[in-house]
């Protein structure tokens, strides 16, 4: 991969941002804690999980229904976005647990206190989900119905978790990427303007391929798109038209491909990382968590914009 990086640079020949695609299509993989690291459970936590993965260390925080609340809603699992941890999901967590749920608070796999050397996409970070649920089960923490709300690379892989593990029942996921391979380039071009656009197709597969081979996963199999019709969960999916990293076209061919109850959000006026803060989207959130799970539901809709 750096071999391919220092070609890309030699061929260059001082075009800066060309350097640029070059160093952000490597900085793919590289997890931003490779070792993990401590931090101090807030209040409201009631435990700190932890299992072993290979390649990593996954830990957790278990937030506890509110005892005031109406009623027990289930296990909710809540995933942060890229370069994010679950530190910054704590104000969330505490509004989800006074509503009634018990919700696990993830650092994905090489962020926050979660170790691991490579970032895979939602293929790994999926199966460690996976193992996470197992173990809730065994300490027979796992309250039905079980949800995943993620956004952005944690809306993914909610999506890829819920193709895999059928005890999931509820997704909500804000502005998620259809694959990975259609992301990279929206990208680059959010990181260098419109001369992201003239950067070859075949030289950023090429670039992917190398990294992902590093990290030693496929990254065809990073494809919230290509798994969703075999998701049975009910899928509520956020995206604003005025997000600038993933366009919201992302949420649109994953929409079309899922088979189950699904529905599409669509907003206008919030950025990427603002769109679960977009007027009506909390609403949204927890009308779809509480709404009965009817497999004669409606197959898909369009929500307009609030």
């Known amino acids: 991969m750096f071999a391919a990086l220092l070609a890309l640079g030699a061929l260059a020949g001082g075009f800066g941002w060309l350097n640029r695609a070059a160093w952000a299509t ?12 401590t931090e101090t459970p807030p209040a409201g936590v009631h435990e700190t999980l932890e299992i072993a993965r290979p390649g990593a260390r996954i830990r957790s925080w278990l937030f506890e229904p509110d005892p005031d609340a109406a009623r027990v809603r289930g296990t909710l699992l809540l995933l942060h ?11 969330r967590a505490r509004d989800h647990a006074a509503r009634g749920h018990r919700v696990i608070a ?4 090489g962020h926050g206190e979660s170790s691991g050397k490579y970032l895979t996409y939602g293929v790994e970070e999926a199966r460690d989900l996976r193992a996470l649920v197992d173990e809730l089960e065994r300490r027979k923490q796992l309250v039905r119905p079980l ?14 978790l819920a193709a895999l593990d059928a005890r999931v029942e509820r997704v909500v996921a804000m502005a998620s990427f259809a694959s990975l391979r259609e992301v990279v ?5 959010w990181i260098l303007g419109p001369l992201g656009r003239a950067i070859p197709r075949s030289l950023v597969d090429e670039l992917v391929d190398g990294a992902t081979a590093r990290a030693g996963f496929d990254p065809d199999a990073a494809c919230p798109r290509c798994v969703a019709p ?4 009910a899928v509520l999916l956020v995206h604003s038209r005025d997000d600038e990293r993933i366009p919201w076209q992302h949420s649109v061919a994953i929409d079309r ?14 950025g990427h990382v603002h769109v679960g803060e977009a007027p009506g989207v909390a609403a949204a959130t927890e009308r779809w968590l509480d709404a009965p799970l009817d497999p004669a539901g409606p197959t898909g809709q369009d929500t307009p914009q609030r």
């Open 26 to 37: 490597g900085m793919l993989v590289l997890a931003p804690f490779p070792d993990g690291r």
């Open 81 to 91: 976005g890229i370069r994010d941890r679950k530190l910054n999901l704590v104000g």
């Open 106 to 109: 993830v650092d994905s796999r």
């Open 147 to 160: 949800a995943v709300v993620g956004s952005s690379y944690g809306a993914a892989t909610a999506l890829q």
């Open 185 to 189: 380039p929206a990208y680059l071009e």
């Open 230 to 233: 075999r998701i049975r969960a």
């Open 257 to 270: 491909a899922l088979r189950a109850r699904h529905e599409l959000m669509l907003v206008d006026g919030a």
